[in-house]
């Protein structure tokens, strides 16, 4: 017999389901996230990553199974939890200052609010500005901020009302590769400050080594995970490590598996084959001359 867990999962899924009609994105999918964790979900497309995303933001009903987060049923979007898109959804009429202190004004989060907590909230709207380095934009707005300066918005937006998981779906999916490896590095410096609990899909296996503890591989149709692999990296992290054993050798396992999940080697195979029956069959006819009696 086993002894009984005395530190329960931040967030647990235990046979979850989701069903579009007649088609399966989640299978029986069951998961541990633990308090302060930094997980990263990856996989070849359709195997359902942003679907386990937002069925833990409660923005997806789950089909069947049960999720928590903290021990209390997930049935919906509360406050504890909070969500970075791709796309970076400001609201174009208001500045840098006053979207990040938006959440301020829903109704989730409101409570009677006296001096003291007005100016905490002030206080924490621009501690905020300057950990993202946009304190020289608080009055600016978004169109005249470039991609990576607006998603630093929505970051610091997400972390206004202290969640205590951040759920990110491919957040740096438009950056150039310059702008994301600095995002990397602000998203690991605020988890280290905040000790907030991260979920952090992405497509890139490079980043989903490199920010995660732990790589959850999903693998498609139907959606479901396929391995969990612990990332054998120091908790400080820095860019030089992407070219460590370690690392490299994490990435060719997960690449391979990927490749193998997604029926991509059956497809390269076939694709070998047609090539080389191409290299025959295609082969131009000969040349027909007339003949004269």
């Known amino acids: 017999m086993t002894s009984p867990d005395l530190t329960p999962s931040k967030l647990q899924a235990r046979g979850v389901w989701k069903t579009f009609g007649a088609a399966v994105a989640l299978q ?3 998961l541990d996230i633990a308090e302060n964790a930094f997980i990263t979900l990856v996989g070849a497309s359709g195997c359902g990553k942003s679907t386990l995303l937002r069925t833990l933001a409660g923005l ?4 069947a199974g049960t999720l928590t987060c903290n021990g209390a049923s997930i049935e919906g979007p509360g406050p504890e939890r909070a969500m970075v898109f791709q796309h970076y959804s400001l609201y174009p009429w208001m500045t840098v200052l006053e979207n990040i202190k938006f959440c301020r004004r829903l109704a989730v989060h409101r409570q009677p609010h006296d ?3 007005v100016e905490a909230a002030a206080g924490r709207a621009d501690a905020l500005l300057r950990l993202m380095g946009l304190a020289h934009v608080a009055s600016h707005y978004p169109s005249q901020l470039s991609g990576g300066m607006q998603q630093r918005v929505a970051i610091a937006r997400a972390l206004m009302s202290r969640p205590q998981v951040l759920l990110m779906d491919e957040p740096f999916g438009a950056l150039d590769a310059q702008t994301r490896e600095v ?3 602000l998203i690991l410096h605020v988890h ?5 609990t991260i979920v952090f899909v992405t497509h890139d296996v490079d980043e989903a080594i490199y920010l995660g503890q732990q790589v ?3 693998a498609p149709r139907p959606g479901r995970i396929h391995q969990i692999h612990s990332v054998p990296l120091p908790a400080q992290r820095e860019q030089d490590m992407k070219l460590s054993p370690d690392f490299l050798g994490l990435k060719r396992e997960l690449l391979a598996q990927i490749r193998a999940t997604s029926g991509m080697e059956t497809d390269f195979d076939l694709l070998a084959k047609l090539s080389r029956a191409g290299s025959i069959d295609l ?3 000969p040349t027909a001359h007339p003949t004269h009696g």
């Open 60 to 63: 997806e009903a789950r089909s």
């Open 283 to 285: 082969a131009p006819e």
């Open 28 to 30: 029986d999918v069951n």
């Open 216 to 218: 959850v591989l999903m």
């Open 115 to 117: 001096s003291a907590s």
């Open 183 to 185: 995002m990397h590095d």
């Open 192 to 196: 280290r400050l905040e000790r907030s």
